[in-house]
C-alpha cells in the first residue's frame, strides 16, 4: 500500500495527528500547499471545521486532487466543538468521482481555552492505533 498524509490546521493540533500518523505509515506529513504527485492508494487528510465549514483552502485542495493520483481520502481531525468534516469532504471528492474510507479518526483540539491540552498523549497514541488499520 501506498500513503500519502496533507493537513490543514491553524492552531498546529491537526498538525500533531498528521505527523503521529506519517510516522506509523512511514512517509511524511505535509500541509496541503504540497500537492499529491505520486499515486497512492490512502491518502490521509487532516482539516476541522472553521466556521462550520472546511477552510476555502481544503476545498481547493481536494478540487485539485486526481482521481488517477488517490485511491481513496481517509478524512482526521480535530476540533473544539463540532465533530467530523466527513460528509463536506466527502461532498467534495465525490465531484471528482474519489472514494472516501468509511474510517476516519477525531479528537477534540484545544481552542481558546477548550479542551486544554487536547490533542493529548492519549489522542495521539489512538491516532497511531487507528493509521494500524491501513497496514
Given at each position: 500500500?501506498?500513503?500519502?498524509v496533507?493537513?490543514?490546521?491553524?492552531?498546529?493540533?491537526?498538525?500533531?495527528?498528521?505527523?503521529?500518523?506519517?510516522?506509523?505509515?512511514?512517509?511524511?506529513?505535509?500541509?496541503?500547499?504540497?500537492?499529491?504527485?505520486?499515486?497512492?492508494?490512502?491518502?490521509?487528510?487532516?482539516?476541522?471545521?472553521?466556521?462550520?465549514?472546511?477552510?476555502?483552502?481544503?476545498?481547493?485542495?481536494?478540487?485539485?486532487?486526481?482521481?488517477?493520483?488517490?485511491?481513496?481520502?481517509?478524512?482526521?481531525?480535530?476540533?473544539?466543538m463540532?465533530?467530523?468534516?466527513?460528509?463536506?469532504?466527502?461532498?467534495?471528492?465525490?465531484?471528482?468521482?474519489?472514494?472516501?474510507?468509511?474510517?476516519?479518526?477525531?479528537?477534540?483540539?484545544?481552542?481558546?481555552?477548550?479542551?486544554?491540552?487536547?490533542?493529548?498523549?492519549?489522542?495521539?497514541?489512538?491516532?497511531?492505533?487507528?493509521?494500524?488499520?491501513f497496514?
Amino acid at each position: 500500500m501506498k500513503f500519502a498524509v496533507r493537513f490543514y490546521t491553524k492552531t498546529g493540533n491537526t498538525e500533531k495527528l498528521a505527523r503521529a500518523i506519517a510516522q506509523e505509515l512511514g512517509v511524511e506529513a505535509l500541509p496541503i500547499s504540497e500537492p499529491v504527485t505520486e499515486a497512492v492508494d490512502f491518502l490521509f487528510l487532516g482539516n476541522s471545521y472553521y466556521a462550520f465549514t472546511i477552510d476555502p483552502e481544503v476545498r481547493n485542495f481536494i478540487q485539485n486532487l486526481s482521481k488517477d493520483k488517490v485511491g481513496k481520502i481517509v478524512n482526521f481531525g480535530t476540533a473544539a466543538m463540532l465533530n467530523s468534516t466527513f460528509k463536506k469532504v466527502k461532498a467534495e471528492a465525490s465531484k471528482l468521482g474519489i472514494e472516501m474510507d468509511d474510517r476516519e479518526f477525531h479528537c477534540r483540539g484545544e481552542f481558546k481555552g477548550l479542551h486544554k491540552g487536547r490533542p493529548d498523549q492519549n489522542d495521539i497514541q489512538s491516532a497511531i492505533e487507528f493509521a494500524r488499520q491501513f497496514k
